[in-house]
Nanobody
Framework: QVQLVESGGGTVQPGGSLRLSCAASGLILHVYTMAWYRQDPGKQRELVASITSDNSTNYADSVKGRFTISRDNAKNTIYLQMNGLKPEETASYYC?????????????????WGQGTQVNVSA
């Protein structure tokens, strides 16, 4: 079984910073692109940032220059450094990863989601 576990959420004042982590564990043969999404109740889940296995990154326009995604391939872990947080960025933040594992004695390449970590930005 493959699991993604996020951590690092919390409450911060506007303009503050948080660092999220997401670690993949289990029977992992390879981790491809990993990403952070966020979702506010009643809204669609949106991509925040993604990073490929060779460290190519992509960011939503709204977070460019403030958020930085990085990864440690040896630990199958990604990070999201969030600076200059805004109240409208209050949401649950989810980790997503495309992972090759073994299922029924065969290799399988699937997408996995973490359980989410809550980020609250308020004065």
């Amino acid at each position: 079984q493959v699991q993604l576990v996020e951590s690092g959420g919390g409450t911060v004042q506007p303009g503050g910073s948080l660092r999220l982590s997401c670690a993949a564990s289990g029977l992992i043969l390879h981790v491809y692109t990993m990403a952070w999404y966020r979702q506010d109740p009643g809204k669609q889940r949106e991509l925040v940032a993604s990073i490929t296995s060779d460290n190519s990154t992509n960011y939503a326009d709204s977070v460019k220059g403030r958020f930085t995604i990085s990864r440690d391939n040896a630990k199958n872990t990604i990070y999201l450094q969030m600076n200059g947080l805004k109240p409208e960025e209050t949401a649950s933040y989810y980790c997503n990863a495309e992972i090759m594992t073994i299922k029924s004695l065969r290799t399988a390449r699937d997408y996995y989601w973490g359980q989410g970590t809550q980020v609250n930005v308020s004065a």
